[in-house]
């Protein structure tokens, strides 16, 4: 099982950013995929998670509004966005498959700086 995550990248407070999880090793389909952040110095955050198909998902309320996840099943890829950064959403994105009791495999995660 591998979750291959896109690089890091740097936005500017009021845009949006786009991470993926490219999953390989097993069927995508069969696992939810959670998204977890962790700002510099906290502890790991759960932001929700996107069943592949049929794309049913659950987000955490504090991201409810400005965070979107979704799924290519064409290409076993998870992705979220997340629009209206502000400094605050500074973190390391990570994925992982959820397999009900928990997360098994994570992604190395992606840094996300908001900065001007």
């Known amino acids: 099982v591998q979750l291959v995550q896109s690089g890091a990248e740097l936005r500017n407070p009021g845009a949006s950013v786009k991470v993926s999880c490219k999953a390989s090793g097993y069927t995508f389909t069969g696992y939810y995929i959670d998204w977890v952040r962790q700002a510099p110095g906290q502890g790991l955050e759960w932001m929700g998670r996107?069943?592949?198909?049929?794309?049913?998902?659950k987000y955490a309320q504090k991201f409810q509004g400005r965070v979107t996840f979704t799924a290519d099943t064409s290409t076993s890829t998870a992705y979220v966005e997340l629009s209206s950064l502000r400094s605050e959403d500074t973190a390391v994105y990570y994925c992982?498959?959820?397999?009900?009791?928990?997360?098994?495999?994570w992604g190395k995660g992606t840094l996300v700086t908001v900065s001007s």
């Open positions: 996107i069943d592949p198909e049929p794309g049913v998902t």
């Open positions: 992982a498959r959820d397999i009900g009791i928990g997360m098994d495999h």
